[in-house]
């Protein structure tokens, strides 16, 4: 049950969103959830739970996953630039267009 969770040690409570898809009997679905949060390289406890509805309206909810999982440092991807590197890009950007465009007036 979603009571084994410690709740006193929840560093990142992350809320999912409700898919309204209908599984039939005996029947197994994928659904994907994809969620990211900024946090240090660490380790530590996942839990994952799962709230469903019957078609009677009966609510059940269970543990789906309870097991340690790593926080890696992602790659570094160059086109993720935070302000400071984006708006240098840009200025750099518009000071080669301007230099071209003075150096093409400049042959007319």
Not at 7 to 17: L, M, P, R, S, T
Not at 74 to 85: A, F, P
Request: aromatic share 12%.
């Amino acid at each position: 049950m979603l009571t084994d969770i410690d709740k006193e040690n929840i560093i990142v409570e992350i809320k999912g969103a409700g898919y309204n898809n209908e599984i039939p009997a005996y029947k197994t679905e994928s659904l994907k959830y994809v969620f990211m949060t900024e946090m240090p390289p660490m380790d530590l406890r996942l839990c994952l739970a799962i709230s469903v509805q019957d078609s009677g309206g009966v609510h059940r909810s269970g543990l789906v996953y309870k097991s340690n999982v790593s926080v890696v440092k992602s790659e570094i991807n160059r086109w993720d630039l935070d302000r400071t590197s984006s708006a240098f890009l840009y200025l750099f950007i518009v000071t080669c267009a301007s230099g071209v465009m003075w150096r093409m007036m400049g042959w007319w």
